[in-house]
Structure formats: structure tokens, C-alpha cells
């Protein structure tokens, strides 16, 4: 079967994930009151009702050039020794981008204007069902590789090791994402709406070792997650 062609989208069923949402905010088995629990079920579950979680992928031909690694008929070039070892070996890799939709933007605004409490639990909220939406992506990717004989590895975001989110407007631009998922990027390269992911997953004729760790994370020194023991990978 042929990899390459046009983008793949996909509109997942998409939960609020409690626990993840919890630890976004911070939670580590603090005592809540009756009140607040109930507050936080609520924001959940409108959040739940508004978001509109989407995806888009297309697989390129990779090769090694001279700036980094060139994923051919996309107009991307992957800058940086993190992302070139991620992609060593790589024959293919899927360029995505998953959303929580245009609608979660609107009512995180919204929310800002009226009240920062409920602002930070939808904003949470909505982080777990884009994530959520990456993960249905991803899933759809390794199905496609392993159909064509191949093997994935993980998925790896710009600004994560030395990848720098310069390279956001291009992606967008390879997926068509602003027409597909109403996404788009900031002048300082940061995704709007602001709960969405993009990402690059490479696809190896062998398989992959998951050597997922902190250490080569622009994030890491204040990484909430990492200091609570709960980094973003497991």
C-alpha cells in the first residue's frame, strides 16, 4: 500500500480524562471540599459538551539533508540533533495535528473574562481532550505503518529537546490544518486555538526502542509534571 497522499482526518469521541485534568492542575491527592469537587464535575462536563476534537495527519518521505532532516513534498525541514536522532533511520515520517476545536477557544475566553477559577479547570479540561484527540491520531498512524510492514516510535512535538516551534507555520501548512481544523499560529509560533498539539512520528522498517526521558526537554527545569514524578510520557 502507498503511505504517501493526501491528508487523513479523523473527529474522535473524546472524553474529559479526570485523573489527567487533575494532574494538569496541579492535583496530588490534596483534600477537596464538597464544593469545589462539585465546581471542577461541572467545568468537566461543559467543557465535554463544547469541544470539538479533531485531527490530521500525512505521511512524507524522510531523508537526512544538509539544515536536518527534509520530509519531501511538504516544505518541512526538521532542525536540531533531538529531532534528528529521534528520526534516524526513519523512512516515513507522519506530520499531525490534533485540536479541541475552535469552540473550546471560545468559551476558555470567555470563561477568562468572567472568572479565572473555572478558566484554569476548562482550560484542563480541554488539555486532556486534545490530548485525548492526539492520541486517536496516533493510533491512526501506527495503524496505516503497521498495514505498509512498518513499525512507529513515539510521538515528538516542536519545543520539545532543541526543535524549535519555528517549524509550526510549516506543518500547518503541510496539513492544510487552517482549512481542515480552523488552526493557526501566533507570531511567536504558538498554536491558536491554544489547546491543540502538533506533532512527528517516524516510521522505521525495524523495531523502535522507547528511550523517552526528561533529560533533552527544553521544559524540563520547570516542568510541573516532572517534579511531581508524573512526566508527560508515562
Not at 513515539?154 to 488552526?183: C, F, M, N
Request: with cysteine; aromatic share 6%; charged share 25%.
Amino acid at each position: 500500500m502507498s503511505l504517501e497522499g493526501p491528508v487523513r482526518m479523523g473527529r474522535p469521541e473524546c472524553a474529559v480524562d479526570r485523573a489527567e485534568a487533575l494532574r494538569y492542575l496541579g492535583y496530588a491527592g490534596q483534600d477537596v471540599d464538597a464544593a469545589l469537587e462539585e465546581r471542577i464535575d461541572g467545568m468537566f462536563e461543559r467543557c465535554a459538551r463544547t469541544c470539538e476534537p479533531a485531527y490530521v495527519f500525512r505521511i512524507f518521505p524522510a531523508r537526512l539533508g544538509e539544515k536536518g532532516v527534509v520530509l519531501d513534498g511538504s516544505g518541512i525541514v526538521l532542525v536540531g540533533a533531538d529531532i534528528a536522532r529521534h528520526l534516524h533511520g526513519a523512512r516515513f515520517v507522519a506530520v499531525m495535528a490534533a485540536t479541541a476545536g475552535m469552540t473550546s477557544e471560545r468559551e476558555l475566553r470567555r470563561l477568562s473574562a468572567t472568572n479565572g477559577l473555572d478558566a484554569m479547570v476548562y482550560g484542563a479540561a480541554a488539555s486532556s481532550i486534545a490530548e485525548a484527540a492526539s492520541d486517536a491520531c496516533n493510533a491512526a498512524i501506527v495503524a496505516e505503518a503497521r498495514a505498509a510492514g512498518l513499525c512507529t516510535n513515539w510521538r515528538y512535538s516542536p519545543g520539545y529537546g532543541d526543535l524549535p516551534l519555528d517549524v509550526q507555520p510549516a506543518i500547518v501548512r503541510a496539513l492544510e490544518a487552517t482549512k481542515r481544523l480552523g488552526l493557526a499560529v501566533t507570531p511567536t509560533n504558538l498554536l491558536v486555538p491554544a489547546k491543540s498539539v502538533t506533532a512527528l512520528v517516524g516510521l522505521f522498517d525495524e523495531k523502535q526502542d522507547d528511550k523517552r526521558s526528561c533529560a533533552g526537554c527544553s521544559f524540563s527545569p520547570y516542568c510541573n509534571l516532572r517534579k511531581a514524578g508524573t512526566p508527560c510520557y508515562r
